[in-house]
């Protein structure tokens, strides 16, 4: 889709603001429908926070193509396109910097941030849509004694996304916990879930470019090297 444009890569600010532009001009959307990326900044960095964390790169025109559900007025013009593929690249390289693209938790009210239209709503939204597109490779790669703490970083990460997931939670598990009181639990874990996550996929993408024939496919455990050949142990290393 973007192979024969010119385009002009822009810092992080300057694509920030451009999205954000747009994203002003934008109707009200349609919240019933779950897989929209929402319409706001903090949807579109959930959605990509998940793209740039694909063990396995997803193509340009298949992480791009939800980003067109977000124009229901106006064809995708060579800026917006530039500012949407920029963001991407720039968030790319500050996730490796641990700058991750994560709204502060600190003075957020949990429960409040379940309701639609809030900013981890949206931010738990658009991961999740995000993580559709990359689940192929993550299922493929991950070790099975690894499955829990992908899992557990999931839980985190698409939590805010919908009440149901407190509910689902609590009910499987006969916990006399409050929805309100694994909410705030959870809003304490999701910054340690967001870097968790990064850094095992990058450990799974240090594994398959350098990796054993067995660690390519993806059967490192908790006490192996850790595929980034610092020499310590997988689990105190990036598994941390």
């Known amino acids: 889709m973007t192979e024969d444009l010119n385009l002009k890569n822009l810092d992080f600010a300057q694509a920030r603001n451009l999205l954000n532009e747009w994203l002003q001009q934008q109707p009200e959307e349609d919240r019933s429908e779950p897989t929209l990326i929402p319409a706001s900044l903090a949807g579109i960095d959930g959605y990509l926070f998940a793209i740039c964390q694909a063990p396995i790169a997803i193509s340009v025109s298949d992480w791009l193509e939800p980003f067109t559900q977000l124009m229901p007025r106006v064809e995708p013009t060579l800026n917006l396109i530039n500012a949407v593929l920029s963001y991407q690249l720039q968030m790319e390289k500050r996730c490796q910097q641990q700058r991750y693209p994560l709204p502060k938790v600190d003075d957020l009210d949990a429960v409040e941030q379940i309701k639609p239209g809030s900013i981890l709503n ?22 099975a004694e690894l499955q829990s703490e992908l899992d557990s970083q999931l839980f985190a990460l698409r939590f805010f996304a919908t009440p149901d997931h407190a509910r689902q939670f609590l009910a499987k598990r006969n916990s006399a916990m409050r929805p ?61």
């Open 180 to 240: 309100d009181q694994l909410a705030d639990e959870v809003i304490k874990q999701l910054p340690k879930a967001v870097d968790l996550h990064a850094r095992l996929s990058m450990s799974l993408r240090v594994m398959l470019e350098s990796g054993t024939p067995e660690q390519r496919q993806g059967k490192v455990g908790r006490n192996d090297p850790c595929p980034c050949g610092s020499g310590k142990k997988y689990k105190q290393c990036c598994l941390q």
């Open 122 to 143: 949206d931010w738990s939204l658009g991961f999740s849509i995000g993580y559709r597109l990359a689940e192929d490779s993550w299922q493929h790669l991950i070790p």
